[in-house]
Nanobody, 128 residues
Framework: EVQLVESGGGSVQAGGSLRLSCAASGNTDSSHCTGWFRQAPGKEREAIASIYTGRAGAYYYDAAKGRFTISQDSANKMVYLHIDRVTPEDSAMFYC?????????????????????WGQGTQVTVSS
């Protein structure tokens, strides 16, 4: 079993930037895909980006729109999401998720992963 804990959310003014963190613990010895998602009140969950443990490359879904950057510190089992030039429309609960048991790197960087383990989320609120 894997546990994912998101952090780094909070209140930020429009135009600023934010870095969210996802810490994995538990049965995470195998390489796997980690994704970031967000869900605003009354809206469906959106996939933002995904990255594979220790491998180059990442996949950005349509919701990313060029302002999001996913990165990792695989040695410390951390995955990050950097958000630039935040807008009030970015206000949402942000989640990270992992595909465990893992799929492969190619599926991860082509957005073809079914994520099975989820964190509790971190709230981002952007004020204008």
């Amino acid at each position: 079993e894997v546990q994912l804990v998101e952090s780094g959310g909070g209140s930020v003014q429009a135009g600023g930037s934010l870095r969210l963190s996802c810490a994995a613990s538990g049965n995470t010895d195998s390489s796997h895909c980690t994704g970031w998602f967000r869900q605003a009140p009354g809206k469906e969950r959106e996939a933002i980006a995904s990255i594979y443990t220790g491998r180059a490359g990442a996949y950005y879904y349509d919701a990313a729109k060029g302002r999001f950057t996913i990165s990792q510190d695989s040695a410390n089992k951390m995955v990050y999401l950097h958000i630039d030039r935040v807008t009030p429309e970015d206000s949402a609960m942000f989640y990270c998720a992992a595909d465990l048991p893992p799929s492969d790197w190619y599926r991860c960087i082509t957005g073809a992963v079914d994520f099975s383990s989820w964190g509790q989320g971190t709230q981002v609120t952007v004020s204008s």
